[in-house]
């Protein structure tokens, strides 16, 4: 179902960071699901991952839930769950619809409008948990509006969307650290040094409880791929723990059944294309590039070189995601995103010089295809070409049937 009726294209708005509208829009709602306690998930890399992980444990142990995630692959009903079930499309619009004067009264951005939708939902589903990914920050996120929040998440943080967080570790962890709230609990994932003393600064100013937890062991079971998962599923254990000690019934069995059970599409996730294998991953930032990078020692004949499939918003930091991303014997193939101002491999071959000669740019109308039928022609690589650097790129492959489930 289609709701561009409804939620506006972002470049019609723009970044438009604040609380004020929120906080005028859910007080002249009632203030939904405020009784209701929720985990707030916050950090530049994982913070899908943790609320995945939290919320599918929650549901193994028989709790209701509710879940918000942002952005989205392919519908806008990804980003509301409850028991892991998405919400039904004609239910999003309904809501959506009933939203629409208090959304034009308030000017409230996509975002916003779809986090109040799902505090409604979640009020009529009289959910008992919610796990609030925030979209972007912290400080001004619209999931920070709910007052309810004694839990908070804290994925790994580092540099991203500097232009509206500031240039810095700190400055981008301040912004992010600032959701801690007096007497709340803060679960952190490992993190830079400066991360950890902007977490424990805050924690100490508001009196709140700092836990940082380290990496689950390999015994654990996770849905999700890729050797940093184990950092999320440590935060997501200590959350889950949290909330047991809080009275509520998550038991230790549940717990590992959640884990493995958990499913995040999009995140080092392997597909098909015309029966060939590729692997898939949403890195659009340095630090994800250089965790993804991490992870082709595990793939079988990486040594022999990878080939890459790119497509970079242009306001991301591409030349140091390459840097991390390619090794001498790697080609990539740059490839634009539809609908968004994307990195040319022009432009990337003028920005990192030393890797011009292994950047490609694939034409034509379909310009992933492209690169993957020239790949085809000269004999698919044993190790599975990866295609990476956007979500956006991912949800329109996949929204467009271009790839599928092995």
């Excluded at 799902?118 to 912290?138: D, T």
């Excluded at 912004?175 to 952190?188: C, Y």
Aim: aromatic share 4%.
């Amino acid at each position: 179902m289609n709701f561009n009726d409804l939620l506006p294209p972002f470049d019609q708005r723009g970044m438009d960071l604040s609380l004020a509208r929120m906080n005028r829009a859910l007080k002249q709602l009632g203030s939904p699901t405020e009784s209701i306690p929720a985990v707030q998930v916050v950090g530049t890399n994982g913070k899908g991952s943790i609320a995945t992980l939290i919320h599918s444990a929650l549901t193994a142990a028989g709790i209701h839930s509710g879940l918000t995630t942002s952005p989205h692959l392919i519908d806008w009903c990804e980003r509301i769950r409850v028991d892991g079930q998405t919400i039904r499309p004609e239910t999003l619009r309904q809501r959506l619809i009933e939203l629409q004067p208090l959304a034009r009264q308030e000017n409230l951005t996509p975002f916003e409008l779809l986090i109040t939708a799902a505090l409604i939902h979640f009020q009529a589903e009289s959910v008992q948990w919610l796990v609030l990914e925030a979209g972007l920050g912290g400080r001004l996120d619209a999931t920070t509006a709910h007052p309810n929040r004694p839990l908070v998440a804290v994925a790994s943080i580092g540099l991203d969307h500097c232009e509206h967080l500031g240039g810095t570790l700190t400055a981008v962890a301040e912004e992010k650290a600032a959701v801690i709230q007096a007497g709340a609990t803060v679960i952190s994932a490992p993190q830079a040094a400066e991360v950890n003393a902007v977490l424990a600064r805050r924690c100490d100013q508001v009196g709140a409880q700092l836990i940082q937890v380290s990496p689950l062991g390999a015994d654990w079971q996770l849905g999700l791929g890729g050797i940093w998962q184990r950092d999320n599923g440590a935060v997501a254990l200590e959350v889950l723990q949290q909330i047991a000690t809080r009275g509520w019934p998550v038991d230790a069995a549940s717990i590992r059944h959640g884990f493995a059970a958990a499913r995040w599409p999009g995140r080092l996730q392997p597909l098909l294309w015309r029966q060939r294998q590729v692997l898939v991953d949403g890195a659009h930032n340095p630090p994800a590039a250089e965790r993804l990078a991490g992870e082709r020692a595990h793939w079988s004949g990486q040594s022999l070189g990878l080939n890459w499939i790119l497509g970079i918003q242009s306001h991301k930091e591409a030349p140091a995601m390459l840097r991390s991303l390619l090794q001498p014997q790697d080609r990539a193939w740059i490839v634009p995103l539809n609908g968004h101002r994307s990195w040319s491999a022009e432009a990337l071959k003028a920005s990192c010089p030393e890797l011009a000669t292994q950047l490609r740019e694939a034409d034509g109308r379909e310009p992933v295809e492209t690169a993957l039928e020239q790949l085809e022609q000269a004999g698919w690589p044993q190790a599975r070409p990866v295609i990476a650097g956007s979500l956006y790129l991912l949800g329109d492959l996949l929204g467009r049937g271009l790839l599928r489930a092995e």
